[in-house]
């Protein structure tokens, strides 16, 4: 089988492209290859213009905040797209320890970071409960919101966004109930995220995904195109679930 084409936009994640040599190769032309963008600005008109200049698929490295419909819209670009989102990804890939039955989120950011930090958290929390996330009910007051919702799947959920000073430092507190307890916490001051799961056997710390989350995207994408596949991997309606919750989630701060 021939190596497939990749185009790097940044020199940062050449080494991603390195390490799957020879199932790929880099080309300076989006033209036929898979691209590895950059996920700040207006990420997804940059996917559109490398589809139109002939891309077969395509990689966004740390996706920022996206109008839910773009997103969606892009399902339809003609081949597989994949979202690298690094505070997920990293450990998000196993499955976990079944499917929770109630999950309650509380995070804690400046109000600049406010919608990325939702969005990480309403992801976690639609991992844990197994299914996306439907927003019922939003209290809202100066400086929090707190909302309802349910999955797909029939799993409560309730989440709680307290707003800091400006430059504050994130902070997310994410906990599923269930067959086991499974608890994410992660801290900006320290620079820890950590996944823990409690049973009767007692707790285990999960650890941290060794492969590089830009060369595992990629490397879904080139096994996407070498099966055959030519539409977006299962993230990018995730993300476009997150993206909802958080916009009704930061919506409702009152100025």
């Known amino acids: 089988m021939s190596p497939r084409p990749v185009h790097v936009a940044d020199a940062r994640w050449r080494g991603a492209v390195d390490e799957l040599v020879p199932r790929v190769v880099p080309v300076d032309s989006p033209a036929g290859a898979v691209c ?3 996920g700040a600005g207006p990420w997804w008109r940059e996917v559109e213009r490398s589809f139109a200049e002939g891309a077969c698929g395509a990689v966004v490295v740390a996706p920022s905040a996206a109008p839910v419909d773009r997103v969606e819209a892009l399902a339809a670009v003609g081949g597989p797209l994949a979202l690298c989102r690094p505070h997920l990804d990293d450990w998000t890939a196993p499955a976990p320890a079944g499917v929770a039955h109630l999950v309650v989120a509380d995070v804690t950011a400046a109000a600049s970071r406010a919608a990325t930090a939702v969005r990480d958290a309403a992801g976690w929390a639609r ?14 007051g100066a400086a929090a919101v707190l909302v309802t919702a349910t999955s ?9 966004l307290a707003v800091g000073r400006a430059g504050s430092p994130t902070a ?27 049973d009767a056997r007692g ?40 993206e909802a919750v958080a916009g009704r989630v930061v919506a409702a701060l009152r100025p």
């Not at 299914?131 to 809202?140: G, K, N, R, T």
């Not at 797909?152 to 709680?160: E, H, K, M, N, Y």
């Not at 650890?207 to 099966?227: I, K």
Request: proline fraction near 4%; charged fraction near 20%; aromatic fraction near 4%.
């Open 152 to 160: 797909t799947a029939g799993t409560p959920v309730s989440l709680a």
């Open 36 to 38: 590895v963008l950059d």
């Open 203 to 242: 707790t285990l710390v999960l650890p941290q995904r060794y492969e590089d989350g830009v060369r595992a995207a990629l490397r879904a994408v080139v096994g996407a195109l070498e099966d055959g596949g030519d539409g977006a991997l299962p993230d990018l309606a995730g993300f476009a679930a997150d």
């Open 172 to 198: 997310l507190t994410v906990v599923g109930i269930g067959p086991a307890r499974t608890e994410v916490r992660a801290d900006e001051a320290t620079g820890r995220c950590e996944v823990a799961v409690t």
């Open 127 to 140: 991992h844990l409960a197994g299914a996306a996330l439907v927003v019922e009910d939003v209290w809202s």
